[in-house]
């Protein structure tokens, strides 16, 4: 935008210019037509040519200076609009990466709930674990005291064999009692053997269904923990990119700057360059030299003010700058 309001106002300069030179050409007409006996026409004529040929020579100067100038600003404005599309592909990326981040946070949250609810189970099954080894404990009890039942039968046995000259009629009976608590015993026993056979069973049952659901639950936890860091590991790489591409973006604007720089200063010397040819013609042109800057600028001047050269041949032959 800079170069083209530089631009703009270079021509409107040159329009200016035109302008006056047009004047200038029109007040050198008249000019030739009033003084038309004072000066050679041969000398008039080739001081005139010569004139017209520096400023056309000038003026293609300065046009293939401006084609320049226009060629690198269609090169800058292509370039413009080639990072303000990577810009736009950069921004989508990183919108869809954060939607991405976003899922990912999601699943994560999804795989916390389900880590609660198996956390959950477990302890419901150590619970269950818990209450089984209390009902073990409880069978084992009754064992005990079934053992210490026996054991006082025994012991009343004894105390019946001891009393071996009571009646015949009681020990027999008591003989009976004895074979048929004895024969509860081994039914209890049976009995607390099986009960604890299928105890055993069941815990056993239960261990492995919890084994198994345990494994399968860290194996699923494992899985998420993966896809988390894939995920992870895609967010860090995208970030990376982006901090990549904006790196190069920097590069690439910083050269924009110092080629704006340089036009900038490129068409400031230019301008000085113009300013100090137009002193130079006046300073170096005998036939000018009698003549000022204002005076050649505002159009009052005659060729009566001007000065005779030594020689026209080589008043001809000298550069105007």
Wanted: with cysteine.
């Amino acid at each position: 935008m800079l170069l083209e309001t530089k631009t703009q106002s270079q021509e409107k300069e040159l329009t200016k210019s035109k302008k006056q030179l047009e004047s200038l050409c029109a007040e050198c007409q008249e000019l030739k037509t009033q003084l038309d006996g004072k000066i050679a026409m041969e000398v008039h004529a080739s001081i005139v040519n010569e004139l017209q040929s520096r400023l056309q020579k000038e003026d293609e100067k300065e046009n293939a200076e401006m084609e320049q100038l226009m060629e690198k600003l269609t090169v800058l404005q292509v370039e413009k609009k080639n990072l303000l599309l990577e810009k736009d592909s950069l921004t989508a990326k990183n919108k869809a990466l954060g939607a991405e981040l976003q899922g990912a946070q999601k699943i994560n949250r999804r795989s916390q709930k389900k880590i609660d609810v198996l956390k959950k189970q477990v302890e419901k099954a150590m619970e269950n674990e818990l209450s089984a080894h209390q009902y073990l404990a409880n069978l084992v009890g009754l064992a005990e005291n079934i053992t210490q039942e026996r054991d006082n039968l025994m012991y009343l046995a004894t105390c019946l064999e001891s009393e071996k000259h009571g009646v015949l009629n009681k020990i027999i009976k008591g003989n009976i009692r004895i074979g048929r608590l004895e024969e509860k015993v081994k039914g209890y026993k049976k009995l607390a053997s099986l009960r604890l056979d299928d105890i055993s069973h069941c815990l056993t049952e239960q261990q492995e269904d919890f084994a198994s659901k345990a494994a399968q639950y860290q194996q699923e936890m494992r899985h998420l923990h993966r896809m988390l860091q894939d995920k992870q590991d895609v967010l860090d790489e995208a970030l990376q990119q982006k901090r990549t591409i904006e790196g190069e973006l920097e590069v690439v604007w910083e050269s924009t700057s110092k080629e704006n720089r340089r036009i900038r200063e490129l068409l400031q010397a230019t301008l000085e360059r113009t300013g100090v040819g137009d002193k130079a013609r006046a300073r170096e042109d005998p036939c000018l030299a009698g003549l000022s800057q204002g005076d050649v600028l505002g159009g009052h001047f005659s060729y009566c003010d001007m000065k005779p050269p030594p020689t026209t041949r080589r008043g001809l032959r000298e550069p105007l700058g």
